[in-house]
């Protein structure tokens, strides 16, 4: 039995987070408890025993933030939440020692860091607005969005992913006091930066694109991006609108998966182990809006279709490379994040 946690963005009563379990012995999602919030939330992270939440504004003008809790077999306590008055962030992350909470917030553009005592959020300690504006025609880029942070697998730099300003900004992250670096990186022009992540030797990392719908590969050492490939995430002879959502990585390495919400479909890569490329190998078509997902014990892929107001489970043969639809579902309105 596996639990995982996922977040909504229902009106009224039955948005918040939702206590789920994967019955691998008959292949079927549960749901456990409902715990409803405020506010909407939106990316979960889990560390040991604990939640950590970022909120968007559900009280016009009012609230919005981020929040932690403590895990009690099927139920959340809450231990902290901090109001950000109307600023509503997309994504957070820990820092290594576990002391900061950094956050990126995507309406205003800005990445901010929170320090943490006993797993409970204290007051802001520091905040960088971001600069810079994209190329895309549907006025995505008008101004910055900060939508991803991370710590670099050399745990020298903290990473804001912009979607707006087309790059990603690197910060010393020093007691929690974020000082922009030398070492930004801009991206092709229009790309609309989503998330990245690393690769678990820390040589490469994989940038994916809502906009322009490519993954962009890097070689990183110290700081430095070197750009070694771009791939679609969606096939060339689609011509209706897509943006990519998700990425993440098997806990072997061998493999990528990506989900585009348009296209409706989740994509698997194959990982080359000594130079970092990946190649495409097919795409399973999902629900409608897969905006999150995630992989468990790599054998299973929970996609959270939010336009679909469902979970859907997948099973994944990783040796075969194989992806196919375990015939289940479970019904959460607007699901969000999928956290393990």
């Known amino acids: 039995m596996y639990r995982f946690y996922v977040s909504s963005y229902a009106k009224g009563k039955e948005k918040g987070l939702y ?16 715990i409803p919030t405020e506010d909407f ?36 306590k809450q231990l902290s939440f901090y109001n950000s008055h109307g600023r509503s962030y997309t994504h957070l992350c820990l820092s290594p020692d576990q002391k900061y909470l950094f956050t990126a917030n995507y309406h205003v553009g ?16 520091s905040v960088v607005h971001h600069h810079g504006s994209g190329i895309d025609l549907l006025k995505r880029q008008t101004s910055p969005h900060a939508h991803y942070v ?29 000082e922009e670096t030398s070492l930004s990186q801009a991206v092709n022009p229009g790309s609309g ?16 694109n809502e906009i322009s719908n490519s993954i962009m590969v890097y070689q990183y050492h110290d700081g430095h991006f070197t750009l070694v490939q771009v791939i679609h995430c969606v096939p060339r002879h689609f011509h209706g609108f897509s943006s990519a959502a998700a990425i993440h990585m098997t806990s072997s390495g061998k493999h990528i998966i990506v989900s585009n919400r348009g296209h409706d479909s989740i994509v698997l890569y194959r990982v080359n182990q000594e130079t970092g490329k990946i190649t495409l190998l097919y795409m399973v078509h999902t629900g409608k809006g897969p905006r999150d997902f995630n992989i468990i014990d790599d054998r299973y892929i929970v996609v959270a279709s939010q336009e ?6 997948y099973t994944f043969d990783e040796e075969k490379e194989e992806i196919k639809p375990a015939g289940n579902t479970l019904d959460i309105i607007q699901p969000v994040c999928v956290a393990l």
């Open 308 to 313: 679909d107001d469902r979970l859907e489970l």
């Open 19 to 34: 206590v789920c379990t994967l019955d691998e012995t008959k292949n079927e999602l549960h749901l456990n408890k409902h």
């Open 41 to 76: 939330p939106s990316y979960v992270i889990k560390k040991d025993d604990y939640l950590y939440v970022s909120l968007k504004d559900a009280r016009v003008g009012e609230g919005g933030g981020v929040a932690s809790y403590h895990i009690e077999e099927d139920d959340l």
């Open 150 to 178: 991370g710590i670099t697998p050399d745990q020298k730099y903290l990473y804001s992913v912009d979607l707006g300003a087309d790059k990603i900004v690197m910060y010393d992250f020093k007691d929690g006091k974020l």
């Open 193 to 208: 930066p989503r998330h990245m992540i690393f690769s678990h030797d820390g040589k490469y990392c994989y940038l994916v």
């Open 110 to 125: 800005a990445t901010a860091a929170f320090p943490l005592k006993d797993h409970k959020i204290g007051d802001k300690l």
